[in-house]
């Protein structure tokens, strides 16, 4: 373990997912103490970057959620104070941290999202012309926020409105996505490689916050119950979907499969959830990796150039 150093594992910080992040923070420093690292908590919120030199350490393993630490801001950091850290750097996560660039960059590709319209918060908006250009049902979503805050799925011009000015509360551009009919899943990349799809499913109208954190009610289907063939597009679309935006290192990209057989994708997250019992540990699971063992594959990441 002499190789890693003293490692400070990033997590809590102020964006709106704090509570999340001290959760997996926490998951992942037992990890890394259980292996032998190294490894001490570091939050923001109460400690400045600066100390990070002063302190003596040589990494970061960083499970900041939200924006912060994974919208390319704590990387530019850490860029600056040459401490490797594990994850995408800055262009990645300014670019997936950001669902109106990321769906731009795979509609350029060819790669299959929903249609989607961007609303400024204090622009004057035709909210029925909305809808109707989008199928009568939408997502309207914060173009920078995770963990699905700040979301709602609406089908009548008073309550887009109403979704619109709830998202303004996080954010200055908000997404107005068609809505799909379909399973919810999700990819987990480590490396350059897929792990196994997990297929979501909830009595909710979409797999929102309370589904994720809150709910007992909330499944988890690993294997997903997809074709060997299905999962191998699946991964595969993934991986594009991922390397598009410059992301690198691990993390996931959330999918709809449409009533129609089709994949829409939906985001990239750089710094996914890291409870143990989180969708990417669970994929890693199924994959033959432990939690432990999990992070410590992440953290072998920052060894390379």
Known sequence: MAEFGKVAVMFGGNSAER???LMSGQAVLDGLLANGVDAHAFDPKDTPLSELKTQGFERVFNVLHGRGGEDGTLQGALEFLDIPYTGSGVLGAALAMDKIKTKQIWCSLGLPTAKFAVVESTQSTDYQAVLNELGGVVMVKPANEGSSIGMAKVDNAEDLKSAIDAASEFDREILIEQWIDGGEYTVAILGDKALPAIHMTTPNDFYDYQAKYQ?????????????????????????????????KGWGRVDFMRGSDGQWYLLEV?????????????KAAKVAGFSFNELVMEILKQTLVK
């Open 19 to 21: 509570e999340i992040s």
């Open 215 to 247: 709910s007992s009610t909330t499944e988890y289907h690993c294997p997903c119950g997809l074709s060997q063939e299905e999962e191998a597009e699946l991964g595969q679309i993934a991986l594009r979907a991922f390397n598009s935006v410059n992301t």
């Open 269 to 281: 997250n750089t710094v996914p959830g890291m409870t143990t019992s989180s969708l990417v540990p």
